[in-house]
C-alpha cells in the first residue's frame, strides 16, 4: 500500500469522522460547558464533577458501550449503525464532548467573576453577555477546540470496535495503523503513522495561527 | 419631589444569613446618593440588589414609581448603567469598549459613533480611542469605564468605588472630573465609598451602612456632627481627617 488511492480515501475518511465529531463536541460541549461556567444550579457541581470524569473516559470503554448498543440485539441496533462511520462518529462525540465541555467551563471560570454582572448592568441580553464572554476566552476555547479535536483524531480503540476496520468503509488512519502493525507491515504502518502525526499538525498549526493572531490584536 | 427609587424593607440573605436589611431609602431624581461605611458591611450587596444583579431578595423596590418584579428585567436594565471597582474592559479597542452598552441596545452606528466620540472627549480619553483597552494604565482604564457607563445617558448611574488602585494626584484628578460631569448632567448615581472624604465632595446625601444595616441618611455634614448611633459613630472614627 503506498501513497495511492486507498491511503488518501483512509486519510479523508479520518478526517471527516474526527472533524465531524469535532463539530458536533463542540455544538454540544460549548452550551453544557458555558451552563457550567456560569449557572448556579442544584446538581451543578456533581455535573461538573461528571464531565470532568468524561474528560478522560477510556476509549475503549467509550467503544464497548457504544457497541453493545448498536449491536444487532442492543437497544439501538434497530439502527444498523454498526460499522459504519456514523457508528465512529458516536463514540468519538462521546469521547471529545466532554473535553470540549470541561475546557469551556474552565475558559469561562478563568475570567472575572464580575465580567457577566459588568455586561448585564450596561444592558447586554443574556445572549449578548455569552457572546463576549465567549469572545473574551476566545483563547482557551481554541485550545479546547484543539484538545477535542486531538483526542478524537488520535483515538484507534473506539474506532476500531465500532467501525470494525472495514476496507473502503470505515477503515481510518489509526485503525489501518493497527492492521498494518499486526501483518509486519512496518513500512506501511510507519508512513500511515507519519500521515496521521502531519494532519494533526498541519490541524493544530492552523488553529494555534488563528489562536496567536487573535492574541496579538 | 418624587423619588427615581425607592427601597422598601429589602433583606437579601446569603447561605442562610442575613447580609442586609434596608427598612427604607429614597433616591430622588437629579441627586447623588453615596453609600459609605466599613468594606464588607453590606454596600455592594446594596447596589447589585438595586441594580437587579443578585439572585434572591425579599422586599420591594420601586423604580419610576413600579416594583422592580414588575419591570422586565432586561428593559430595567437597559435605563441605568453601573461602573465596577475594577474596570474590567474588554479585549478590544477603547471606542468598542465605549460604544458596547449603545449596541446591546442596537442603536444605529452613526449614533454610536457620535456619542462614543462626544463621550471619549468629556473624559479626556480622545487620545485613546484606537487603542487596545487591555493595554491602558489603571487610570486610563477607569476614564474607559466611566465612559463606558455615562455614553448610555442612563436615568441612574451605579459606581462601586470607581477609583481603586489609583496614586493620589490620579484620583484626584478623576474625582473632580467625576464631580463636574454628574453636575453638568444632572445625573442621579448612587456611589458606593468607604471613604466619607470622597462622599462628601461627590453626594448630596450620604447613607451609612454598618453590619449589614442601613443606620443613618443624611448630608455629609449632618452625619459627621450628629452620627445616629455608636456604629456609625465608630465608623466615623476610623475615616482620616
Known amino acids: 500500500m503506498v501513497l495511492d488511492t486507498e491511503v488518501l480515501q483512509i486519510t479523508l475518511l479520518s478526517l471527516r469522522i474526527s472533524a465531524t465529531a469535532t463539530a458536533i463536541s463542540l455544538l454540544l460541549g460549548l452550551p453544557l460547558g458555558t451552563l457550567l461556567g456560569l449557572g448556579n444550579f442544584r446538581g451543578r457541581s456533581f ?43 458516536i463514540a468519538q462525540v462521546i469521547i471529545a464532548f466532554p473535553v470540549a465541555a470541561g475546557l469551556t467551563t474552565a475558559s469561562l471560570q478563568a475570567l472575572d467573576p464580575r465580567l457577566p454582572q459588568q455586561l448585564l448592568g450596561l444592558g447586554a441580553s443574556r445572549i449578548q453577555m455569552i457572546w463576549l464572554l465567549w469572545r473574551e476566552a476566545r483563547l482557551p476555547l481554541l485550545a479546547a477546540l484543539m484538545a477535542a479535536f486531538g483526542s478524537v483524531i488520535s483515538e484507534v480503540g473506539a474506532s476500531m470496535m465500532v467501525g470494525g476496520n472495514i476496507r473502503h468503509q470505515t477503515r481510518v488512519l489509526t485503525t489501518a495503523i493497527v492492521l498494518e502493525t499486526g501483518k509486519g507491515e512496518f513500512e506501511i504502518a510507519i508512513g500511515l503513522a507519519v500521515l496521521l502525526l502531519l494532519i494533526t499538525f498541519l490541524v493544530n498549526l492552523a488553529l494555534t495561527r488563528i489562536q496567536q493572531r487573535s492574541a496579538r490584536r | 419631589m418624587k423619588a427615581l427609587m425607592e427601597v422598601r424593607h429589602l433583606k437579601v440573605r446569603r447561605s442562610g444569613a442575613q447580609v442586609l436589611h434596608v427598612d427604607s431609602l429614597e ?200 452620627p445616629a448611633d455608636r456604629e456609625v459613630a465608630a465608623f466615623l472614627r476610623t475615616m482620616p481627617r
Open chain 2, 27 to 226: 433616591v430622588r431624581p437629579g441627586e447623588v446618593l453615596a453609600l459609605v461605611g466599613p468594606n464588607g458591611g453590606g454596600k455592594t450587596t446594596l447596589l447589585l440588589a438595586l441594580a437587579q444583579l443578585l439572585g434572591q431578595q425579599q422586599g420591594d423596590i420601586l423604580f419610576a414609581g413600579r416594583p422592580l418584579r414588575e419591570w422586565d428585567k432586561l428593559e430595567y436594565r437597559r435605563r441605568i448603567s453601573i461602573v465596577f471597582q475594577n474596570p474590567m474592559l474588554l479585549d478590544m479597542s477603547v471606542a468598542d469598549n465605549v460604544a458596547l452598552g449603545l449596541r446591546f441596545r442596537g442603536l444605529p452606528p452613526d449614533d454610536v459613533k457620535r456619542r462614543v466620540d462626544k463621550w471619549l472627549h468629556r473624559l479626556e480619553i480622545g487620545a485613546l480611542a484606537g487603542r487596545r483597552a487591555v493595554e491602558l494604565s489603571g487610570g486610563e482604564a477607569q476614564r474607559v469605564s466611566l465612559a463606558r457607563a455615562f455614553v448610555l445617558e442612563p436615568e441612574l448611574l451605579f459606581l462601586d468605588e470607581p477609583f481603586p488602585g489609583l496614586d493620589p494626584p490620579a484620583r484626584a484628578r478623576l474625582l473632580d472630573d467625576l464631580a463636574g460631569l454628574l453636575a453638568e448632567d444632572h445625573c442621579t448615581a448612587i456611589l458606593v465609598t468607604h471613604n466619607l472624604k470622597e462622599a462628601a465632595q461627590l453626594a448630596d446625601r450620604v447613607a451609612v451602612i454598618v453590619g449589614g444595616r442601613l443606620r443613618q441618611v443624611g448630608s455629609p455634614r449632618q452625619i459627621k456632627a450628629h
Open chain 1, 47 to 89: 455535573l461538573l464533577s461528571l464531565v470532568n470524569t468524561g474528560m478522560g473516559l477510556p476509549p475503549v470503554v467509550v467503544g464497548l458501550v457504544v457497541a453493545m448498543s448498536l449491536w444487532r440485539s442492543g437497544f439501538l441496533g434497530d439502527l444498523r449503525l454498526i460499522y459504519t462511520p456514523t457508528a465512529i462518529v
